[in-house]
Structure formats: C-alpha cells, structure tokens
C-alpha cells in the first residue's frame, strides 16, 4: 500500500502541471489587457505600456507560462493580486480553511447521515420508512443549494433569529452553510447507499449466510456493508469535490470569506493571477481526494487491497 500511495502522488504532478498549463493559456487568450485592467479607462498608452513591461507582458506566452510555472513549483509563489500587494498563498491560506471546515463538516453530515438512511431504506423495502426516506431524498435531491440557503436564512435568522446569517464571528455561523452545502449530498448519498444495498441483500453470498442461521444484523454488518460501500465511497469523494464548488455560492449568501466568494471576486474584478492560483490549489486538493477515495476502496474491500499487495510481491520476485 505504501508503493501504491507514492505512485499515485506521482501521477498526480502531471494533472497539476496540465490544470496549469490550461488555466495559463485560457486566461492569456481572454481578451482584454491586464495593464489596462489594473490602471483603468484613464491610463495613458505610455502608462499602459510601461505597466505592461512592469508585469513581464511583452515576453513571449511561452516564456511568461515557464516563469510562471518555475515559480509556483519550485518556490510555492503564485504571484500577487492585481489590485493589492498581498501574496495570493497567503490570502488562500488564509481563506481556505474555511471553505475545507464548511466542505468538511457537509462530507462529514452527509456521511452520517445518508449511510444509515440509505440501509434503513433497504432493509425495510417498499415499506412506510423506505417511502418516507425516498420522499425526503428526493426533495433534498431536488432543492438546489442556494434555495435551501435562503430558506434556513429566511426560517432561522430572519423569523426564530436563533442563528447569524452572515459572517464567521462563532461557530454557529457555519451550522446554515454546512447544512446547505450537505442536505442535497445527502439526500444523493442515501439513494444511492438504498440501491447498493439492496443488489447486495439479493445476492446469492447474503442467502447462502442467512441460510446458515446468521443472525439479521450480522447479515448486514459483516456481508452485505462492505460489498455495497465501494460504489457509496466514490459518491462520497464526488459529493466533497461538489462540496467545494458549492461553497462558491454559499459563501457568497452568508458572506463568508472563504475561497468562494474570493474567486468569485477576482472574476468580478478579472484578477487572473488570483484565479489561476485558486484553480491549481482546488485542482491539488481534489486530487488528493481522488486518492483517498482509491485507499478507501482498499480498506474497505480486502480483495482490493490484496491485488496492490501481491502487485508489489511479484514486482520484488521478478
């Protein structure tokens, strides 16, 4: 498992380094002149120029995206906002802990609560508590985040007044994002938690058990959850990286300063610097998912994990 980790850290440095290269050549072919976006409508043409030369815009595309390149990779520097004289690295390290903290606490509801929704759904198929879980997943699938937003807004700050509706003063300002950002990744979660499940329950392993006298929830617990969660695993991963766009809006409705209302800023403002970094240090951190996800499976499921153990066995044998 160890050479599997560090394999897969490797081939994530070709994603970082292609996410890169796109975002540098889609915003150098957007039109419009970063001298005279910085400067303004009143700039002279020697004022625009001179800037020009100031930020390195006279060299070649192909020099400016190795500058660029070296200095992200080899001295972590992402250069600085074309409004202010503040690192980019430092207002994303500053920010992005609590996007993570709203992404992670929705993972973290989605998980405890879509999973055990979900099996409760199947093993009480076509009954009063399957309908009623598909009817509350089906209407948390439906409402889109920024609705469900307004509507804990609108319910419990502006009428009950029991929580804030903006702001990161306490840690009750991220109850309403995280229950916005995790309700529809839930509700996604514990349908497709209820359909694994039940092509896991038909199957002919979970007859041959109870067959054998296996008491009902041992049936569960030890034959039908680890064969049913490698597909709600994936979910999982997919539901955090929807998690971390999501936050794009919802930090927005609650004015938090967090990653999203920072890239959504900088496109308002067409700061491309602080869009190319916010793009590779998202495209970093959804990659680092991605392998997570992968030794989950391992964990999980035991014959996954003995395919990457007898891979490094015959390896070492040759």
């Known amino acids: ?20 290269i796109l ?46 390149m070296k200095n992200i990779f080899f001295h972590l520097d992402f250069g600085t906002s074309y409004f202010n004289t503040t690192p980019i690295i430092k207002e994303i390290a500053s920010r992005l802990p609590r996007t993570m ?17 979900g099996i409760f759904a199947a093993v009480n198929q076509n009954g009063p508590a399957d309908r009623a879980c598909m009817v509350i997943s089906m209407v948390g699938v439906a409402l889109p985040e920024f609705s469900i937003a307004m509507l804990l807004v609108t319910l419990f700050s502006s009428h009950l007044g029991w929580l804030p509706s903006h702001g990161v003063k306490t840690w009750t300002c991220f109850i309403m994002p995280v229950i916005a950002v995790g309700l529809n990744s839930m509700a996604g979660l514990a349908r497709n938690t209820r359909n694994c499940t039940l092509e ?5 392993y979970v ?27 994936t979910s999982l991963g997919t539901s955090f990286a929807n998690m971390m766009g999501g936050a794009i809006v919802i930090e927005n409705v609650f004015s938090i300063p967090g990653m999203g209302q920072y890239i ?10 602080v869009i190319q970094g916010s793009v590779i240090v998202l495209a970093v951190i959804f990659s ?24 490094g066995r015959r390896k070492r044998v040759q």
Do not use: C
């Open 1 to 20: 498992m160890v050479r599997y980790t560090i394999k897969r850290l490797f081939l994530m440095l070709p994603v970082v380094i292609g996410v890169t």
């Open 23 to 68: 975002i540098f050549l889609l915003l150098s072919l957007v039109p419009g002149d970063p001298a005279k976006i910085v400067l303004g409508n009143e700039a002279t043409v020697e004022m625009v120029e001179a800037k020009r030369e100031a930020m390195g815009l006279n060299e070649p595309l192909i020099v400016r995206m190795l500058i660029y």
């Open 101 to 117: 903290t709203i992404a992670g606490f929705g993972i973290l509801m989605t998980t405890v609560l879509g999973i055990p929704l």
């Open 200 to 204: 896991a329950i038909r199957s002919d």
């Open 207 to 233: 007859t041959t058990a109870r067959s054998k006298g296996v008491k009902e929830w041992k049936v569960i617990m030890h034959h039908v959850l680890p064969n049913s969660l490698i597909p709600v695993v």
């Open 264 to 273: 959504v800023t900088a496109i308002n403002s067409r700061d491309y610097n």
């Open 288 to 311: 680092l998912i991605m392998l997570l996800i992968d030794l989950g499976y391992a964990y999980i499921d035991p014959r996954i994990k003995a395919q990457y153990v007898g891979t």
